[in-house]
């Protein structure tokens, strides 16, 4: 199994621009895809974007699309999430996740590992 662990978080003012980090340490960090969910009060963990075991695919919501970059380094175990031009809306806590099995899903239901969360709030 792998660990996770989310760092990079912190208050932005909109418009503003913050990079989220995800160590994962413990078996070989290429053998999972990996995703960032959100939570923000009061709402589900809502999927947001994922990049494919080699990194070569990615997938993003529509509301993130063109905003957000997520980008891995195997070599380093290390995920990333670039996000700019950020609004009120994005304000949420961010998970990165890895799912077991090979497929992808876009449930957080469908992810075995989380890491413990990252706050990011955007204030207007």
């Known amino acids: 199994q792998v660990q996770l662990v989310e760092s990079g978080g912190g208050l932005v003012q909109a418009g503003g621009s913050l990079r989220l980090s995800c160590a994962a340490s413990?078996?070989?960090?290429?053998?999972?895809?990996m995703a960032w969910f959100r939570q923000a009060p009061g709402k589900d963990r809502e999927f947001v974007t994922f990049i494919t075991r080699s990194g070569g695919n990615t997938y993003y919501v529509n509301s993130v699309k063109g905003r957000f970059t997520i980008s891995r380094d195997n070599a380093k175990n290390m995920g990333w999430l670039q996000m700019a031009s950020l609004k009120p809306e994005d304000t949420a806590v961010y998970y990165c996740?890895?799912?077991?099995?090979?497929?992808?899903?876009?449930?957080?239901?469908?992810?075995?590992?989380w890491g413990q969360g990252t706050q990011v709030t955007v204030s207007s």
């Open positions: 413990g078996r070989t960090f290429s053998s999972y895809a």
């Open positions: 996740a890895a799912p077991a099995g090979p497929g992808i899903p876009a449930i957080a239901g469908g992810y075995d590992y």
